[in-house]
C-alpha cells in the first residue's frame, strides 16, 4: 500500500489565487512528521512546512499553511496569492521510524504546478 | 536553515568507470544521511540511510555492492557508483538531518546528475 498518495499529478492556479495540493498518508507510527517539499526545474529539493503528528494547530510558513486532518489522514498544503516562480513539483513526505529510530522519509509522486498570469 | 552541500551537480562519465558524490552538511552535524534516487518525472526512492561511524543500511532491491556509502564523520558523506553503467543515469539527491534542530526536518543537497555514456 503507499504510504504517502499524492492524488494530482498536475494542477492549474491562476496568478494571485489560492491552490490546494492533495496529500494523503498512512502510517501505525503515533509519532510521525509530514512535510512539503518543491522541486524547481534545477533539480533542488526546497523546505516548504513541517507539521508533527502531535501538533494541535496546521502549521503556516507565509504563504504556505498545510491543511492537517489527522483523523482522515490528509495534510494538504495551501498556497494563497500564487506567484509565478510557484510554478515547480511539489512532494508531500512523511518521516516515520521515531520509535525505532529509523527516521525514514518517504515521498509521494509529486503533484506539478502551473501558475497561469 | 541548514545548508548541505552536494558535490559534483553534474558529471559525465564512462561505462566501466566509478564515480564519487559527496554530500556534506556545512553548518551542522549529522548523525544521519539519506541517499535518493530520482528518475525524470518520478518522486524520490530512497536508497539508503548512512549513519556515521557505521554501516549504510539499504533499501531493499538496492546493490550495496553498486553503490557503496561511506559515512566517515559527522559532516560527510559519500555514494559511489561502481563499475557505472547506462542504466545508473539518473539524479541522486541526499539529505540530512540536523540534529541542532531535534531531528525535525531533513535538508537536501542540490543533486547530482550523473550520465553514463
Known amino acids: 500500500a503507499q504510504k504517502i498518495t499524492q492524488t494530482q499529478p498536475g494542477m492549474f492556479v491562476q496568478e494571485k489565487e489560492a491552490v490546494t495540493l492533495d496529500c494523503t498518508y498512512d502510517?501505525?507510527?503515533?509519532?510521525?512528521?509530514l512535510f512539503w517539499y518543491k522541486q524547481p526545474s534545477s533539480g533542488e529539493m526546497i523546505f516548504l512546512i513541517y507539521?508533527?503528528?502531535?501538533?494541535?494547530q496546521n502549521a503556516t510558513e507565509g504563504r504556505y499553511s498545510l491543511n492537517f486532518q489527522k483523523a482522515r489522514k490528509s495534510a494538504n498544503l495551501v498556497i494563497s496569492a500564487s506567484q509565478l516562480g510557484d510554478s515547480a513539483m511539489y512532494f508531500c513526505?512523511?518521516?516515520?521510524?521515531?520509535?525505532?529510530?529509523?527516521?525514514?522519509?518517504?515521498f509521494g509522486t509529486g503533484t506539478r504546478l502551473k501558475v497561469l498570469a | 536553515g541548514a545548508v548541505v552541500s552536494q558535490h559534483p551537480s553534474r558529471v559525465i562519465c564512462k561505462s566501466g568507470t566509478s564515480v564519487k558524490i559527496e554530500c556534506r552538511s556545512l553548518d551542522f552535524q549529522a548523525t544521519t544521511m539519506f541517499w535518493y534516487r530520482q528518475f525524470p518525472k518520478q518522486s524520490l526512492m530512497l536508497m539508503a540511510t548512512s549513519n556515521e561511524g557505521s554501516k549504510a543500511t539499504y533499501e531493499q532491491g538496492v546493490e550495496k555492492d553498486k553503490f557503496l556509502i561511506n559515512h566517515a564523520s559527522l559532516t560527510l558523506s559519500t555514494l559511489t557508483v561502481t563499475s557505472a553503467h547506462p542504466e545508473d543515469s539518473s539524479f541522486y539527491i541526499c539529505?540530512?538531518?540536523?540534529?541542532?534542530?531535534?531531528?525535525?526536518?531533513?535538508?537536501f543537497g542540490q543533486g547530482t546528475r550523473l550520465t553514463v555514456v
Open positions: 507539521q508533527g503528528s502531535y501538533d494541535q
Open positions: 513526505a512523511m518521516r516515520e521510524g521515531r520509535a525505532s529510530g529509523t527516521y525514514k522519509y518517504i
Open positions: 502510517t501505525s507510527d503515533p509519532s510521525y512528521g
Open positions: 539529505s540530512a538531518r540536523d540534529l541542532g534542530q531535534g531531528g525535525t526536518e531533513a535538508f
